[in-house]
């Protein structure tokens, strides 16, 4: 079965960047696309990026585009999430997920921290 184990996040200061990492073993995460969601403090869980599984096609919520790219390192078995010129709203607990198609969310990580403070 797949497991993917999250690293990367913490504290950074608005104009910063983060990076996430999304490690998947018990299977080939290329046969999967993976996608990225975030739970702000009090807010529901929402979707900022997905990657297909061929890589092809990523999608981005509208807040992260141009700031966020979301990539595959495929001998790492590994999606990142880079997020790029940090802004207070990007804070939150970030969930990586792994499904057939972006959208259906099969795997889930167990989550990382994300801060955003001066």
């Known amino acids: 079965q797949l497991q993917l184990v999250q690293s990367g996040g913490g504290l950074g200061q608005p104009g910063e960047s983060l990076r996430l990492s999304c490690a998947a073993s018990g299977g080939t995460l290329t046969n999967y696309a993976v996608g990225w969601f975030r739970r702000p403090p009090g807010k529901d869980l929402e979707a900022v990026a997905c990657?297909?599984?061929?890589?092809?096609?990523?999608m981005y919520v509208t807040s992260a585009k141009g700031r966020y790219t979301v990539s595959r390192d495929t001998a790492k078995n590994t999606v990142f999430l880079q997020m790029d010129s940090l802004k207070f709203e990007d804070a939150g607990r970030y969930l990586c997920?792994?499904?057939?198609?972006?959208?259906?969310?099969?795997?889930w990580g167990q989550g990382t921290q994300v801060t955003v403070s001066s």
């Open positions: 990657i297909s599984s061929s890589g092809a096609t990523r």
């Open positions: 997920a792994a499904g057939p198609v972006c959208g259906d969310n099969n795997y």
